[in-house]
């Protein structure tokens, strides 16, 4: 921790920091499947597939915003390019360094850069612990062994995310959720990391307090220049915090594109239906929604082809392509800089899907396409027979 | 929605369903005594659909738990109030009576629909459990009705879904199944707490339709309690914002997130990401939620109020009409007249503002 800042300059804008366009984090092709253990003998039946061919890269300086539904793999990523868990397949390649390649010792002191912020400000603190215990635990662990060092570090840190210096001997129960959000920022910075995966950081919190939090982690990038991995479910806090932005559906990314762009200009029918669901806080604009059936189906069994087809509405539209069902969409440039997983893209417009809201049900159905498997009676109403 | 408060003992008009009077639910814990809700009134009329808005801690749920007579008492305690729900007084029912009230009358979907199914009874008996109890019909009216709301909220398969356990659905189809079962006895009012929180957004959007579709064909009246504005302005007409234990502000959906009359509400809407654009600073309500044991003296959000004056401190602002806008109900000191106003002369706490005084006004900037 340099001198804390004082008070942050004013953001000028999001484009400014990452101006430079120095790849800090290359991720390829990566993978990570969880085995399942079935039978009497725990044999491998078969593997819950949680990321599935990620492929990105972030610049420094830059926030990636990445978002999706819960079971998409978003966090299993997050967690995957630390190295917190190894990938079954694919690169993490962090400022020119494989992490596959590096010893256990090198992997610890590249950690010291890459830091992590979690969702649940009261699961992630130890009770147990003193603030100085947990924010100095991560300072122990990379070596500075001089608790005098180690103390002003932890102050430092304190201060820097607007907390009191003399909080190192309190407990975390001592302390509100966004206090507590705050200490888990102040772990993360103590290191003085160049790279945070931000996992849900602000989810737990209420609105007033969510705020304090996204304007305090934007205020840390322009003062040290932190480049982060921001992965969410709300559309809203994405839209606000990101430069790029990136939506995965089932382990796959299915469109990647600048922050404006994607929520001006979705190009991937997933993402147009996300969009939709975003309730306004504007009374008067009471939109009919394109609501999506079903749920996300199971990632241990991802259907075959383009992973969105049994829910998707442009698929409806157009009479049912075959390749949807069958062949994987490739992950094409569609324009520069905006990526999109979806044979049909150019066929997403703002038209088909007012037009795909307005013909929707009221009431949509919980169930997807497996209905036809199911020997009861189907509630689609008469109408002609499916060819 | 809040029309004049009725003396004590005297049921509202029979339009109106529910009304909320000066309800007081204090919980004693071993560190004191927390004020959970402290003087709430409210009212809705039938048919109609109502948000209690606020963040967490503010008494929202503790609310609805007393509506429901839910709650453990003690360590709860109902101090003062009056729920008038059908022209009686829930607080004065004896249990047995208003057992037969609790899931017939008003219903309940509550938020995490995994803990409030039980895993070792099929969908179908939960739900035709209260159809049989309430309604006194067989076990075999009871299942098709069961099947019948499946039908209803969107489960294909109905038949075979009424035979399966909570484990065997997902998180958004057990929400379907909450709502069923709040449906199937026909109830005059629905409590809905938080019923979309714990869901992905397509999902949310899903279930937001549903309940709305559900609302305006059964007829039911809505009390839908959240955190989220943004749901609120969706789904209903009237909203309330609540704040430390008090409702600070109600009125129509339009009036409250459109035309915010009190400071904390403007806060909160600003603080929302989606009204602000990109590289712009978020808005921020400044420190946290008052400690309970120790509540400001004043009004609640002094400390945390960017516009706090002289009599914020000192004196709880009423909720009352401000002058200019007849419709809303604000509690907040910058909406009342400065005549009416606590002075710095006054020693004492002054004593509630008696409404009277609040006719006069009323009648005076009325056309």
Same mark, same amino acid.
């Given at each position: 921790?340099?001198?804390?800042?004082?008070?942050?300059?004013?953001?000028?804008?999001?484009?400014?920091?990452?101006?430079?366009?120095?790849?800090?984090?290359?991720?390829?092709?990566?993978?990570?499947?969880?085995?399942?253990?079935?039978?009497?003998?725990?044999?491998?039946?078969?593997?819950?597939?949680?990321?599935?061919?990620?492929?990105?890269?972030?610049?420094?300086?830059?926030?990636?915003?990445?978002?999706?539904?819960?079971?998409?793999?978003?966090?299993?990523?997050?967690?995957?390019?630390? %190295?917190?868990?190894?990938?079954?397949?694919?690169?993490?390649?962090?400022?020119?360094?494989?992490?596959?390649?590096?010893?256990?010792?090198?992997?610890?002191?590249?950690?010291?850069?890459?830091?992590?912020?979690?969702?649940? #400000?009261?699961?992630?603190?130890? #009770?147990?612990?003193?603030?100085?215990?947990?924010?100095?635990?991560?300072?122990?662990?990379?070596?500075?062994?001089?608790?005098?060092?180690?103390?002003?570090?932890?102050?430092?840190?304190?201060?820097?995310?607007?907390?009191?210096?003399?909080?190192?001997?309190? %407990?975390?129960?001592?302390?509100?959720?966004?206090?507590?959000?705050?200490?888990?920022?102040?772990?993360?910075?103590?290191?003085?990391?160049?790279?945070?995966?931000?996992?849900?950081?602000?989810?737990?919190?209420?609105?007033?307090?969510?705020?304090?939090?996204?304007?305090?982690?934007?205020?840390?990038?322009?003062?040290?220049?932190?480049?982060?991995?921001?992965?969410?479910?709300?559309?809203?806090?994405?839209?606000?915090?990101?430069?790029?932005?990136?939506?995965? %559906?089932?382990?796959?990314?299915?469109?990647?594109?600048?922050?404006?762009?994607?929520?001006?200009?979705?190009?991937?029918? %997933?993402?147009?239906?996300?969009?939709?669901?975003?309730?306004?806080?504007?009374?008067?604009?009471?939109?009919?929604?394109?609501?999506?059936?079903?749920?996300?189906?199971?990632?241990?069994? #991802? #259907?075959?082809?383009?992973?969105?087809?049994?829910?998707?509405?442009?698929?409806?539209?157009?009479?049912?392509?075959?390749?949807?069902?069958?062949?994987?969409?490739?992950?094409?440039?569609?324009?520069?800089?905006?990526?999109?997983?979806?044979?049909?893209?150019?066929?997403?417009?703002?038209?088909?899907?007012?037009?795909?809201?307005?013909?929707?049900?009221?009431?949509?159905?919980?169930?997807?396409?497996?209905?036809?498997?199911?020997?009861?009676?189907?509630?689609?109403?008469?109408?002609?027979?499916?060819? | 929605?809040?029309?004049?408060?009725?003396?004590?003992?005297?049921?509202?008009?029979?339009?109106?369903?529910?009304?909320?009077?000066?309800?007081?639910?204090?919980?004693?814990?071993?560190?004191?005594?927390?004020?959970?809700?402290?003087?709430?009134?409210?009212?809705?009329?039938?048919?109609?659909?109502?948000?209690?808005?606020?963040?967490?801690?503010?008494?929202?749920?503790?609310?609805?738990?007393?509506?429901?007579?839910?709650?453990?008492?003690?360590?709860?305690?109902?101090?003062?109030?009056?729920?008038?729900?059908?022209?009686?007084?829930?607080?004065?029912?004896?249990?047995?009576?208003?057992?037969?009230?609790?899931?017939?009358?008003?219903?309940?979907?509550?938020?995490?629909?995994?803990?409030?199914l039980n895993p070792v009874f099929t969908i179908g008996d939960q739900i035709s459990e209260a159809v049989v109890?309430?309604?006194?019909?067989?076990q075999?009216?009871g299942w098709?009705r069961a099947v019948?709301m499946l039908?209803?909220?969107?489960i !294909?398969g109905p038949e075979r879904r009424a035979r399966q356990y909570p484990h065997e659905m997902?998180?958004?189809m057990r929400?379907?199944v909450?709502?069923a079962m709040?449906?199937?006895?026909?109830?005059?009012?629905?409590?809905?707490?938080?019923?979309?929180?714990?869901?992905?957004?397509?999902?949310?959007?899903?279930?937001?339709?549903?309940?709305?579709?559900?609302?305006?064909?059964?007829?039911?009246?809505?009390?839908?309690?959240?955190?989220?504005?943004?749901?609120?302005?969706?789904?209903?007409?009237?909203?309330?914002?609540?704040?430390?234990?008090?409702?600070?502000?109600?009125?129509?959906?339009?009036?409250?997130?459109?035309?915010?009359?009190?400071?904390?509400?403007?806060?909160?809407?600003?603080?929302?990401?989606?009204?602000?654009?990109?590289?712009?600073?978020?808005?921020?309500?400044?420190?946290?939620?008052?400690?309970?044991?120790?509540?400001?003296?004043?009004?609640?959000?002094?400390?945390?109020?960017?516009?706090?004056?002289?009599?914020?401190?000192?004196?709880?602002?009423?909720?009352?009409?401000?002058?200019?806008?007849?419709?809303?109900?604000?509690?907040?000191?910058?909406?009342?007249?400065?005549?009416?106003?606590?002075?710095?002369?006054?020693?004492? !706490?002054?004593?509630?503002?008696?409404?009277?005084?609040?006719?006069?006004?009323?009648?005076?900037?009325?056309?």
């Amino acid at each position: 921790m340099s001198a804390p800042p004082a008070s942050p300059a004013p953001r000028t804008g999001a484009a400014s920091s990452r101006s430079n366009g120095e790849v800090l984090l290359q991720i390829k092709d990566l993978v990570k499947y969880y085995p399942i253990m079935g039978g009497v003998l725990r044999r491998h039946v078969g593997d819950v597939k949680a990321v599935d061919g990620v492929s990105l890269d972030l610049a420094k300086g830059e926030v990636l915003g990445l978002v999706g539904e819960s079971g998409c793999g978003k966090t299993t990523l997050g967690r995957t390019v630390l %190295y917190l868990q190894k990938p079954t397949s694919g690169q993490v390649v962090f400022d020119g360094r494989d992490m596959s390649t590096l010893s256990a010792r090198e992997l610890r002191r590249i950690r010291k850069r890459m830091q992590i912020i979690f969702q649940d #400000p009261y699961g992630s603190l130890n #009770p147990r612990m003193p603030v100085l215990d947990i924010i100095g635990e991560g300072l122990v662990a990379q070596g500075i062994s001089d608790s005098k060092v180690r103390i002003k570090k932890v102050e430092d840190a304190l201060e820097t995310v607007g907390l009191r210096r003399d909080y190192t001997r309190r %407990y975390p129960h001592e302390f509100s959720g966004g206090q507590r959000q705050r200490i888990g920022i102040a772990r993360a910075l103590a290191l003085e990391p160049d790279f945070i995966v931000c996992d849900e950081a602000v989810s737990a919190l209420d609105v007033s307090i969510q705020s304090q939090i996204l304007n305090l982690l934007l205020d840390l990038r322009e003062a040290f220049g932190f480049t982060y991995l921001f992965i969410a479910h709300n559309l809203s806090v994405i839209e606000y915090i990101s430069d790029r932005v990136g939506v995965m %559906y089932l382990g796959k990314l299915v469109e990647l594109a600048d922050s404006a762009e994607t929520f001006s200009n979705p190009r991937h029918p %997933y993402t147009v239906a996300l969009l939709s669901a975003i309730p306004d806080p504007d009374p008067r604009i009471r939109k009919k929604r394109l609501v999506l059936k079903g749920d996300v189906p199971s990632p241990a069994a #991802p #259907p075959s082809g383009c992973r969105f087809h049994t829910r998707c509405w442009l698929r409806e539209q157009l009479g049912n392509p075959e390749n949807c069902s069958t062949e994987d969409p490739p992950f094409r440039e569609l324009a520069t800089g905006h990526r999109v997983a979806c044979h049909y893209a150019e066929q997403v417009s703002s038209e088909r899907a007012t037009s795909a809201a307005a013909k929707a049900p009221a009431v949509v159905s919980a169930d997807v396409g497996d209905v036809a498997e199911i020997p009861f009676p189907s509630l689609q109403p008469p109408g002609p027979p499916p060819v | 929605m809040t029309e004049r408060v009725l003396g004590p003992g005297v049921p509202p008009p029979p339009d109106v369903l529910l009304e909320v009077r000066d309800l007081r639910t204090y919980f004693h814990v071993m560190d004191g005594t927390v004020p959970a809700v402290d003087g709430v009134s409210f009212s809705i009329k039938r048919g109609e659909t109502m948000g209690l808005v606020g963040e967490s801690g503010c008494g929202k749920s503790v609310t609805s738990l007393t509506i429901m007579r839910l709650l453990d008492i003690p360590p709860a305690e109902i101090v003062t109030g009056e729920i008038w729900f059908d022209g009686r007084d829930l607080l004065r029912l004896p249990e047995a009576e208003m057992r037969e009230v609790r899931g017939n009358d008003i219903t309940m979907i509550f938020q995490e629909p995994m803990t409030s199914l039980n895993p070792v009874f099929t969908i179908g008996d939960q739900i035709s459990e209260a159809v049989v109890q309430h309604r006194h019909v067989s076990q075999k009216a009871g299942w098709d009705r069961a099947v019948e709301m499946l039908r209803l909220v969107g489960i !294909p398969g109905p038949e075979r879904r009424a035979r399966q356990y909570p484990h065997e659905m997902s998180g958004g189809m057990r929400q379907r199944v909450m709502i069923a079962m709040a449906l199937a006895c026909d109830p005059k009012l629905v409590v809905a707490d938080e019923p979309t929180t714990a869901l992905d957004v397509t999902i949310q959007a899903q279930i937001l339709e549903l309940i709305k579709a559900l609302q305006q064909e059964s007829g039911a009246a809505l009390l839908l309690i959240t955190h989220d504005l943004a749901v609120v302005a969706e789904t209903v007409q009237q909203a309330a914002v609540m704040y430390a234990g008090k409702i600070i502000e109600t009125g129509t959906v339009e009036d409250v997130i459109l035309r915010p009359k009190h400071p904390y509400t403007e806060g909160l809407l600003r603080s929302i990401p989606s009204h602000v654009p990109r590289g712009q600073r978020l808005n921020v309500i400044k420190g946290t939620v008052p400690n309970p044991f120790r509540m400001p003296s004043g009004c609640r959000f002094e400390p945390r109020c960017p516009y706090a004056f002289e009599p914020c401190h000192e004196f709880e602002p009423p909720l009352a009409a401000p002058p200019a806008d007849q419709s809303q109900q604000v509690a907040c000191w910058l909406h009342v007249p400065e005549a009416l106003r606590p002075g710095r002369a006054a020693v004492a !706490p002054a004593p509630p503002v008696p409404t009277e005084a609040f006719v006069q006004v009323e009648s005076v900037t009325r056309q």
